[in-house]
């Protein structure tokens, strides 16, 4: 029997953006998939996202474009403010022209409407069924598919396994076994209804401002009716990665000599999350055999250039595309997929570090980054991103090896 006409199935280790995503994928090559989620239930918390036009041509491939873009903000321009004097640095439009430069928009959503946009598609599909409540504690991989054991003894058995669990991955644990590296930024984020933001700061676009060794971020939510507020600094201590309540003390005393205009924000919130941040250095390898890796387990990255959410949506349809150019071979498939993936999200995480010196430039530095986009026109800002924006399915597996 060939592999064509064998039911495959996978297990995907992991309910998120990701996970899902990979879900769809693979049941558009015909295999079915366990999706096991080790929360009580399959969802997403925090506050928003961007999404670039790679994430929207991501989502179409995977059927969700239109149901996320019914829960996106659309926004009009992206524009960083020094934080210090209140004089624009740059602004980036992202209307008309934008859109037929890169074939999709620049948009904003909260976490959870794109997670509710995938779920919704993944839920329909019959060749998905999900478990939750379940911890994957081992993992053995063999010739012929894997068996995994979670925290209560069960085991489950199918021909390949994708770790789709995160910056804390069970699974590249396993396959890999590197440590994470502290950022020492800690980031907070909140949102705040739309009466309780400045009205001169309610501005339809991500607009960031960019202070010595800090930073703060704002863009409208829901139709407008909230605003995703987010902060970043540099800690003065020795942090250890994970998330905890903030308050906003800590964050005023890292603001204190930043404009007027963006620090009156920093009052509105009612409540914070904090983020002590992480990345991890790219490696040469994500899997072997049956087994990979996908997301955040894969390329933890920083928040930078705001890509975290999308390089997992290229990540799913990438992978979709590699098994079926591998004739749904599992494991010929992943390696492609791999071998294309690997090199670019390792751009995008330096990439995004590089951009985190920028944003929190002092001193002389500052002034060199202020100059930076000073007389650019539109057209050579577009160019500058084609790397990144251009993506889509027809050239997702480019330079594969």
Wanted: hydrophobic fraction near 40%; include cysteine; aromatic fraction near 8%.
């Amino acid at each position: 029997m060939s592999a064509q006409q064998k039911q495959q199935s996978v297990i995907i280790i992991g309910g998120g953006i990701g996970g899902l995503a990979a879900a769809q994928a693979l049941t558009q090559q015909g295999i079915r998939v366990l999706l096991l989620e080790q929360a009580a239930e399959i969802g997403e918390i925090g506050a928003g996202i961007q999404l670039g036009p790679n994430a929207y041509s991501a989502l179409d491939a995977l059927g969700a474009g239109e149901a996320a873009r019914n829960r996106s903000v659309f926004t009009d321009h992206l524009t960083m403010m020094d934080a210090v004097d209140g004089s624009q640095v740059g602004r980036i439009e992202v209307g008309e022209a934008f859109r037929q430069r890169f074939g999709n928009p620049y948009g904003v959503i909260h976490r959870a409407d794109i997670h509710l946009s995938i779920l919704e598609a993944v839920e329909k599909n019959p060749l998905v069924s999900f478990k939750t409540s379940t911890r994957i504690e081992k993992m053995e991989l063999h010739d012929n598919g894997v068996v995994l054991t979670d925290s209560n003894g069960n085991s489950y058995e199918a021909d390949a396994v994708i770790g789709a669990d995160g910056v804390r991955s069970v699974v590249r644990q396993q396959l890999i076994g590197d440590p994470p590296r502290v950022t020492g930024h800690v980031v907070y984020r909140a949102v705040v209804d739309v009466e309780d933001m400045p009205e001169d700061l309610r501005i339809n676009a991500p607009v960031l401002w960019a202070g010595p060794r800090c930073h703060l971020v704002h863009y409208p939510l829901r139709g407008g009716k909230q605003y995703n507020l987010v902060v970043t600094f540099h800690s003065r201590n020795q942090e250890e990665w994970g998330v905890t309540d903030g308050s906003k003390e800590e964050v005023l005393s890292y603001f204190e000599g930043i404009h007027e205009r963006p620090r009156r924000m920093l009052d509105r919130p009612t409540s914070w999350r904090r983020w002590a941040t992480a990345d991890r250095e790219p490696v040469e390898q994500w899997g072997q055999g049956c087994a990979t890796i996908l997301g955040d387990a894969a390329h933890p990255m920083t928040q930078y250039l705001a890509q975290g959410a999308c390089m997992a949506l290229e990540d799913a349809v990438t992978l979709g595309q590699a098994i079926k150019t591998c004739g749904n071979d599992l494991q010929a498939a992943f390696r492609l997929y791999e071998s294309v993936r690997i090199p670019r999200t390792a751009r995008v995480v330096w990439s995004a570090r590089e951009m985190g010196r920028l944003y929190h430039a002092k001193g002389v530095e500052r002034q060199v980054r202020n100059q930076l986009w000073q007389g650019r026109s539109q057209e050579q800002f577009y160019d500058a991103m084609q790397w990144l924006y251009g993506w889509n399915i027809d050239n997702c597996l480019n330079g594969a090896r």
